[in-house]
Each structure stands twice: as structure tokens, then as C-alpha cells.
């Protein structure tokens, strides 16, 4: 093995390649290539600003991502706002909350055709009343009413059939400042339908859940009075959830298992810990395999939309034992962890294998324990799961650490989903020319080159785009690489005009199935 390193003599990455105009300083003081408009915002969608980085703290780095998404709003609004409706249909990120600030940014600083858009798209980015509450809580801090704006939240409702609006009215009562019967007085909805008009004076306080014509309503009401059997038997007859319950009965086993049955994933994955400590998952109970069914199910996991980041962070969160705030603590149950290690399988899109040579080199620097979008997990841990299930579709892949040196990786194909979280590491500065070096030294001719970044290197000797052009002048000239971005910031260590070069986002729900496309 040669010293790939000491064989070139390039600029250091505290300065800029030589001859390069386009490359700027990021929050670490290194050198690197910006991404694009598109990407940045893209980039914000998926993974928004909540927590910050390593180097940025969290209102500065929400004040600079809307800063340039209004830039970007003012030279092309029409293609941001399909963005989010995309990001929004697809399940694409874990989280909504960028999204509805981005399209109360379109709403707010768009030209007239943008603000119609952003009108006519409300119903489709806001999927639940939550959703649509936090959105105008957004425009209420941005800008007032319009004609327009009203005839998009009245959308919303109007598109809702009888059965799911009273769905909406009694899951998704409140949140940011604003209820239902806010909503409804503020845009002014004319009902398609008797029974739609009858739920809409409900929700504003002018008619009793009797009026609705609505069973499932009819049961919440009575449910917030009731409590053992009684309360049981309503969640059965009105199919109630768990967020329609009393706070104070949603320890009661006896609901918790009445629950159970119709509980969706997503709110399940949520509610683990629940079961765990109110006793009801101690060994292989009838609750523990009622549990991990349904989190192995296959339809019901593609079903349901759930991101696999939140697998993640559920499986994490149940398997430490303890909750954040509180002093609850459950036994944890090998069988609900194995499960949700399935889980995250099952919803991240199975991969054929490309067949290729490929070399994964995950950054596990300092910056890299920053919590991911304000999650349970770091973004080496994220960018450890998201290696592990390419090297596990890929026979022919290897996988490395590195943060100024690098190191071999202690997880490979056999190991499971929680074990690349607890055995992911961090610390040291950042070369994210490591990987590339690694494979100048090796001489081994690989297809591809991934790596997982948060794209804040400083500590190399050498840029990792000249070690690149060097690697592809002396062993593959058509080796490409991907850079998987774990942090919402402008930096990148690739440039943009290279069609072998990859740009993608770590908390993208589709980001494997792209990797896979482009190494096809």
C-alpha cells in the first residue's frame, strides 16, 4: 500500500483549490464547493434547522435558510412551491414543520402567480388539522388574511368527506395557538353537504355531538366523561385513538389494550414506552406479539408512510429505557427492538444490488454528534444505519470510518440496525478527503465512493476533489461519487457540474433508492 498522501503537494483545505472562483468558507474554516439554491432548499425540507449544527446555533441557521429561500421564492416560487407539495406527498422527510414555514414563505413573498400556488397547495402539504394550525401560526407571524389564503384553508375542510372531517375534529384538536373553529371563522368554508355543515357547527361551539350525525364524535364525547368498561366499550363501538382518550386513562391497561388493535404505526412507534411501563410488554405477553405483529407487518409499515429516520429514532428512544423529560423508566424488550429493526427495513425500499465496487467512508468526527433535526440520534449514528443498509444490499461494498484519519469500521453486513446505532462513534476534527486517499493507497479500482457528511472538513492537507482527480487520472477515470448530506448548512465537498457527482440528503425517505438509481 502506497502513501497516496504524501504523494501530491495540494493546497491545504483551510484555503481554496488553486484556480478555483467558486468555492467558499464553511462554519469549521474550511473550503468547500456551495450547493445550489434547489439543493439548499431541498435540504432544509428534509431536514429543517431545529437544534442547529455543530458550529451554527439553530435561530441563526433558520434565519440564513429563509433568508435564501425567499431569494430563491423571488426568482423561481412556482418550483418551490412544487417542491414542498412533492417532499409532502412523497413522505420524503421525517418531519413537516420546514415545509409548512417554507410554504407560508411562498405565501408571503411570492409574486401573485407563487401566492395562488401556495393557496391551491394547502391541502395537499397540510395532510392533518396539525399540520394546517402550525402552517397559520406561520402566516400569522409573516403577513394577514387574503381572499385568497381563505379560499385555501377552506379547501382543506370542504375536500374532507363527513367520516374524515369528523376524524380531523376530534384527533387533531389544537396546536400553535389555533383550534378548528379558528380556522373555520377565519376562512369561512361553505359546506358541500348537510352532514358536513353539521360538523362545522360543532367545531365551532353552535351545535352538540348529538346534531353531527357522526358515531365516531357521538363516542368521543361520552368518552371524556367515562372511564373502565364503560370507556372501553366506547374506543370498540367508535373506533376512538388514543389522542381522543382522557390523559388520565391512558395508563389504565384495560383501554391500552382496547387501543391497541386500530392503533396506527406511526402513533404505536410513538407510544412504546407507554406499554413498556405500565408492565404490559414484560417477556412474550399477548401485547408483545400483538405489538411486534404490527410492527412487522409489510403492507400496513408501507401503509402508513412512516419514515424510516423515525423508525430510527423510536427504536433508540424505547431502547434506552428512560425517557427525556420525567422519571418513567420501562424494561426494554428484545422482541419490540428486533421488530423495529424490521420496521426500518421494511420502510426503507428494498435494493437490488448494483453489482458494483463500492467504498462507504462515514464521517464520525465531532461535528457528527450533533442531534439529527432535533431527534434522539446523532447524524454519525443516521449516517451509520443509512451505510449499514447499503452495505448489506452490496456484496461487494466496504465500509470505513474517518474523522482526520481513518479507521476501520467495527459493524459489517451481519450486524443489525441497532447495533450500527449504538456502536456508531465521534470525535475529532473533519477530512472528508479520507475515504478517497483510502482508496488512492489501496489502488483498488471502485466503481463508487459514498460519503456521509455533514460536509464541515477543515483538517486535510488536501482537498478531497483533487485526491478525487487524482484517483480517477491514475486508477478509474469513471469511478462516481455520492455525498450524502447529514446537516442543513451551504456546504458541500464535491462540486456541481460533474455528472458523476451526486448530491443527495441523508433524511430524504428515498435517498437509498436514489443512491441505487445512480449507481445503475
Known amino acids: 500500500m502506497r502513501n497516496f498522501s504524501k504523494s501530491i503537494t495540494n493546497q491545504p483545505q ?29 435540504r432544509f425540507l428534509l431536514i429543517g434547522s431545529e437544534g442547529g449544527t455543530y458550529y451554527v446555533k439553530e435561530n441563526e441557521l433558520t434565519e440564513d435558510n429563509a433568508k435564501e429561500v425567499v431569494k430563491y421564492i423571488k426568482t423561481n416560487g412556482l418550483e418551490v412551491v412544487k417542491t414542498v407539495l412533492n417532499y409532502a406527498v412523497g413522505n420524503r422527510a421525517p418531519k413537516a414543520d420546514a415545509g409548512l414555514f417554507v410554504l407560508a414563505l411562498c405565501a408571503t413573498y411570492g409574486d401573485a402567480d407563487t401566492k395562488g400556488a401556495a393557496y391551491a397547495a394547502i391541502s395537499g402539504v397540510c395532510k392533518y388539522s396539525t399540520q394546517l394550525f402550525l402552517f397559520l401560526s ?3 407571524n409573516l403577513r394577514g388574511w387574503s381572499s385568497g389564503l381563505r379560499k385555501g384553508v377552506a379547501k382543506f375542510y370542504t375536500n374532507l368527506t363527513p367520516e374524515k372531517l369528523a376524524y380531523q375534529l376530534v384527533k387533531y384538536r389544537n396546536r400553535a395557538g389555533f383550534t378548528h373553529a379558528d380556522a373555520l371563522r377565519l376562512s369561512h368554508p361553505k359546506a358541500k353537504s348537510p352532514e358536513q355543515n353539521a360538523l362545522f357547527k360543532y367545531a365551532v361551539g353552535k351545535a352538540p355531538e348529538s346534531e353531527t350525525g357522526s358515531l365516531l364524535i357521538e363516542a368521543y364525547g361520552k ?35 382496547a387501543l391497541l388493535p386500530q392503533m396506527p404505526l406511526i402513533a404505536l412507534t410513538r407510544n412504546l414506552n407507554r406499554f413498556a411501563y405500565n408492565g404490559m410488554t414484560k417477556g412474550i405477553t399477548a401485547t408483545t406479539k400483538a405489538i411486534t405483529a404490527k410492527l412487522t407487518d409489510a403492507e400496513a409499515v408501507k401503509k402508513s408512510g412512516i419514515h424510516p429516520i423515525n423508525v430510527i429514532n423510536s427504536l433508540l428512544t424505547y431502547s434506552t429505557g428512560r425517557g427525556n423529560l420525567g422519571s418513567k423508566t420501562w424494561e426494554v424488550n428484545q422482541n419490540i427492538v428486533d421488530a423495529l429493526s424490521d420496521m426500518y427495513e421494511l420502510a426503507t425500499k428494498a435494493l437490488e444490488s448494483t453489482g458494483k465496487s463500492i467504498l462507504i467512508g462515514v464521517d464520525v468526527s465531532g461535528s457528527m454528534s450533533t442531534p439529527a433535526a432535533n431527534m434522539q440520534m446523532s447524524c454519525a449514528q443516521v449516517a451509520n444505519v443509512l451505510a449499514l443498509t447499503i452495505l448489506k444490499s452490496e456484496k461487494n461494498s466496504e465500509l470505513v470510518w474517518f474523522d482526520t484519519t481513518l479507521q476501520p469500521a467495527k459493524i459489517g453486513r451481519r450486524n443489525s440496525v441497532d447495533d450500527a446505532i449504538r456502536m456508531a462513534p465521534h470525535g475529532g476534527g473533519t477530512d ?82 436514489v443512491i441505487n438509481e445512480f449507481l445503475k
Open 14 to 42: 483551510s484555503k481554496p483549490i488553486f484556480g478555483r472562483t467558486d468555492m467558499v468558507e464553511n462554519n469549521a474554516g474550511g473550503f468547500v464547493f456551495n450547493i445550489t439554491p434547489q439543493q439548499r432548499l431541498e
Open 138 to 140: 406561520n402566516i400569522q
Open 223 to 257: 368518552a371524556q366523561t367515562e372511564k373502565g368498561k364503560e370507556l372501553i366499550a366506547l374506543i370498540g363501538e367508535g373506533k376512538l385513538t388514543w389522542e381522543m382518550i382522557p390523559t388520565e386513562s391512558l395508563n389504565d391497561v384495560g383501554v391500552l389494550t
Open 432 to 513: 472528508c478527503a479520507q475515504p478517497i486517499i483510502h482508496a488512492a493507497n489501496t489502488l483498488n479500482k471502485y466503481d463508487a465512493i459514498i460519503i456521509f457528511t455533514d460536509s464541515e472538513t477543515w483538517a486535510g492537507q488536501t482537498h478531497a476533489f483533487d485526491v478525487l482527480n487524482s484517483y480517477r487520472r491514475t486508477v478509474n477515470a469513471n469511478v462516481k461519487v455520492i455525498e450524502v448530506a447529514l446537516a442543513p448548512n451551504s456546504s458541500s465537498i464535491m462540486p456541481d457540474n460533474d455528472p458523476n457527482i451526486l448530491r443527495v440528503v441523508g433524511f430524504d425517505s428515498s435517498v437509498t433508492e
